[in-house]
């Protein structure tokens, strides 16, 4: 199994900003595309940004010059910095990882999610 745990949420101030990690953990062969996701309530995730092993790295279009993806793939963790953060940046925010588990075995896993608060 794999596991995915997320930190640095919070409350913040409009203008302010956060920093969100993504560690992985259990058994991983290799770890593919990263990304991070939100949700509000009432609405379906929303990709905030998505780190592939190869290829660009895609922002989701209302995260754009504000938010910065970034990962270290030898502590197997997935960063999000957030800036110049905005009420409707508030959601919960989720790490997802596609990660090979053996030489054939692979999926898709997710964090639980982590509370960032943005208020006016």
């Known amino acids: 199994q794999v596991q995915l745990v997320e930190s640095g949420g919070g409350l913040v101030q409009a203008g302010g900003s956060l920093r969100l990690s993504c560690t992985a953990s259990?058994?991983?062969?290799?770890?593919?595309?990263m990304g991070w996701y939100r949700q509000t309530p009432g609405k379906q995730h929303e990709l905030v940004a998505r780190s592939p092993t190869g290829g660009s790295i895609t922002y989701g279009g209302s995260v754009k010059g504000r938010f910065a993806i970034s990962r270290d793939n030898a502590k197997k963790t997935l960063y999000l910095q957030m800036d110049s953060l905005k009420p409707e940046d508030t959601a919960v925010y989720y790490c997802?990882?596609?990660?090979?588990?053996?030489?054939?075995?692979?999926?898709?896993?997710w964090g639980q999610g982590t509370q960032v608060t943005v208020s006016s």
């Open positions: 997802n990882a596609n990660v090979d588990t053996g030489t054939v075995a692979r999926g898709s896993y």
């Open positions: 259990g058994t991983i062969f290799r770890i593919n595309a």
